[in-house]
């Protein structure tokens, strides 16, 4: 493979797209397709291509790619696997040059023929010059461009990319990830991905101006060095965060029947990584969570944290899960108690970091005032803010103060050029007043810019993979 | 120490209260307790102390100990540190068992004066026989016998103890099990706790006929020989899960002005919770999933799992996750895979464990279906049973289709004797319809008894815990 960057323009924003096997059956992939375009707003014209029907979801229907009355860049299959060799020979005759197969039932199922007839079929459109996404892939998703392979999905448009070898997992982690404020460029499932394959399109995700942080789930790779150049490339430019999934044996055994992909030693794919200057996530999880650091915050230059919120016990606790995730719990400097003695001189030899918000109480010194201390000290690199909503659930005015608390904080860590990760946690109770309460407060804390993390173990995780990351490239 | 049954029957299940300290000021701690009585329907009497008012939330109130009309059992305080040594006094003339001093500000401070007025009242309460519970705890929550230490939290009762040196743990805790289906019976937050020791309680809670399930949050312990014999005595007869904080040196640190503890070091303390067949958390979410997988599900028998729904994807990951827990992922028998021939020839060589869903659709075969063959399969001890939430939410009817399938699931789990770990995942979305769906659903199998789980990786954690510690038992 050339080193140069890979023409995928029109593939990621195709000026007009034909749905073979568009149907009128509304809980039908085929149907979903059509109407995704309709609902992103696709500004090109859309083609639906069924023999029957005179119009699928608003759109008139032709028969063939033939019949289409335009030039077509971007050609999304859901017709059986057994048509689609007839759908390659229509896309080289009329010069579609991306070819997006959601059709399935390849090499995955571990049937020779149907094995054959994939590897014919790329060899067919490679002749022709019609490159293919998939098969056995959802395709795209780029708001931006009008493009989604569901049409309930989140219209915002972002600078997160993400690779997914898998369907529901990209549909989960567009969904989790929006909640979370990540905001999504380009996203594709590329399934068993042989032709236009992950490596590729890690090369051309470094080189593209939209995209600002990168996150991909692989389980195998066709191609192990275009993967790792791909990777290198995309890594030196922004953030990358890959999870690698199939390290196991059983792992691996399942990935052969998903996606057909030989999935390879856990040990050296985290070395891979690791070299290549990315992120390794182990789990879905882990993924948004480093994504949100490395996308919403900014790059911290050290890994001195201050901590803040939270009772006693969350101190200790959260004290253990920085230190143990590589982050130095510093003592409170002297610079920082003086400014504590001025206005709460009986705290200032007993306050400590993580700072116990229970003992601020009515001392005239509250949690987000010290944040904002510790953040203007040079003795912090960054910093975890826990919000510590159980605390104000059980007061009669807890909306209110919650909302003010959030408020204020929200202040201080946008006064300040260093990351602070917030921390609100999961809405684990059965009283539904406050589970409205929390939801509503983080909803206003994403929007307004936070990286909001569900507990301090998760934040100090992620900000610890981040500073390590970055002091291993210095 | 003597190895008997302590004597605690009347801390637990005190027939009548005194509140000292007792406040008109609906904010705060001293009306707190007070109201918590009430909402919590404690049987006896209740007797506020105040100087000044003449009753409180209610309750006739009284100017002291000595005033009041009958005996009491115990006796919280809400009175400064400064008042305590008093209180002492008066309750050990009226023949108090019981001192609860939610009072705070002695040792955890560091101040050396705060640390010897403590030593003063622990050694005349010794003298006066008066038992104490604290300082700097918020004392009792025990919805069966009508106590709790905030009048907000759930009034469900149940059999797992809770013992917290946190406060603001002990609320999440609470909160966050009650919505994970865990209801609990004594949960004490025993703060500084140098007369009445955890070790003590864990040695009460071992013959407690109410408690089935235990879970411990320690920052340090006063007693270590005490700690172990209370912790064996409780984990021969009952699953005991125990969260220790102030495993790093910046925990340490914490811990010590927080409940004035003296940590530890994090190697031996691992040691001796698995000599003592106990399960080790080391955050709040291992705690709580452990304690749910402990309380909620039967006993696994082995370690051979089966793992259905969710796409092809989460089955990848699934595998990942089950084999890096501990638990092995055994291929589908002979057995199985001959009940799928009759009902879906097509899928019978390629559908494997992790169960992938999404190759299921139109097959005759569902996920609930292959669950119950594969749990009445010699070849399975356990199983985990994804919902795979995402792919329903993108269909017409979502919410009917999701119901039916989490009571099919229900129906299966309910009828094997082999533990199942349900997934449902958390309600990641800024979409507020999929959010109510989600929590809804949630709230139903959480009533019906289900042992919840956010996430694959979490559930398969807790039952190759779970596992381990029942195999290093045999």
Redesign the interface.
């Known amino acids: 493979m050339p080193a140069t960057t890979p023409n995928l323009d029109r593939l990621f924003r195709p000026r007009a797209v034909a749905i073979a096997g568009a149907s009128t059956n509304?809980?039908s992939p085929g149907h979903?397709y059509v109407r995704s375009l309709q609902v992103f707003g696709f500004e090109g014209p859309v083609y639906p291509l069924n023999l029957k029907a005179d119009e699928v979801a608003g759109f008139r229907a032709y028969p063939n790619l033939r019949e289409v009355p335009g030039e077509v860049d971007l050609v999304i299959s859901c017709v059986p696997a057994g048509a689609v060799l007839d759908l390659v020979e229509q896309c080289g005759a009329t010069g579609v040059p991306f070819l997006h197969l959601f059709t399935a039932r390849f090499s995955?199922?571990?049937?020779e023929q149907a094995a054959e007839l994939e590897r014919t079929i790329e060899r067919r459109a490679a002749e022709l010059g019609v490159r293919i996404l998939g098969p056995n892939g959802m395709g795209l998703y780029h708001p931006a461009a009008g493009l989604a392979f569901?049409p309930?999905l989140?219209t915002d448009r972002g600078g997160v990319a993400f690779l997914?070898?898998?369907?529901?997992?990209a549909?989960?982690v567009i969904?989790?990830g929006?909640?979370?404020g990540l905001h999504f460029g380009k996203v594709v499932n590329y399934g068993n991905g042989k032709d236009i394959t992950p490596g590729e399109m890690l090369r051309y995700l470094a080189d593209d101006p939209e995209t600002i942080a990168i996150g991909a789930?692989v389980?195998g790779v066709p191609d192990g060095r275009g993967f790792f150049e791909g990777l290198c490339a995309a890594a030196a430019r922004k953030p990358v965060v890959i999870h690698k999934?199939?390290?196991?044996?059983?792992?691996a055994?399942?990935?052969a029947?998903?996606?057909a992909a030989l999935?390879g030693a856990a040990g050296l794919w985290s070395t891979v990584i690791r070299q290549a200057g990315a992120l390794e996530a182990?789990?879905?999880?882990q993924l948004l969570d480093l994504l949100v650091g490395a996308a919403l915050l900014p790059a911290p230059k050290g890994n001195r944290i201050a901590v803040v919120g939270?009772?006693?016990?969350?101190?200790?606790?959260?004290?253990?899960?920085?230190?143990?995730s590589g982050l130095e719990?510093v003592?409170l400097p002297a610079d920082v108690r003086e400014k504590v003695r001025e206005r709460a001189p009986q705290l200032a030899?007993?306050i400590?970091n993580?700072v116990?918000q229970?003992i601020l109480a009515g001392s005239g010194v509250s949690s987000n005032g010290l944040l904002e201390m510790m953040l203007a000290s040079d003795a912090y690199d960054l910093g975890i803010a826990n919000i510590?909503e159980?605390?104000f659930?059980?007061?009669?005015d807890a909306e209110e103060r919650l909302r003010h608390a959030c408020n204020r904080l929200m202040a201080a860590v946008k006064a300040s050029p260093k990351p602070v990760a917030v921390v609100l946690?999961?809405?684990?109770?059965?009283?539904a007043r406050?589970?409205a309460i929390i939801?509503t407060v983080r909803?206003e804390l994403t929007a307004g810019g936070m990286g909001i993390f569900?507990?301090v173990?998760r934040a100090a995780f992620a900000l610890g993979q981040i500073v390590a990351r970055n002091q291993g490239r210095e």
């Open positions: 509304v809980d979903d995955e199922t571990g049937d569901r309930d989140p997914s070898q898998s369907g529901n997992n549909v989960e969904l989790r929006n909640a979370r789930y389980e999934a199939g390290r196991t044996s059983a792992g055994r399942s990935a029947s998903h996606t999935a182990r789990s879905q999880e939270g009772g006693g016990g969350r101190s200790v606790q959260s004290a253990d899960a920085c230190e143990e719990v003592p030899d007993w400590g993580p116990d229970s510590g159980d605390w659930l059980g007061r009669p946690g999961p809405t684990e109770t059965t009283n406050y589970r939801d909803d569900y507990s173990e």
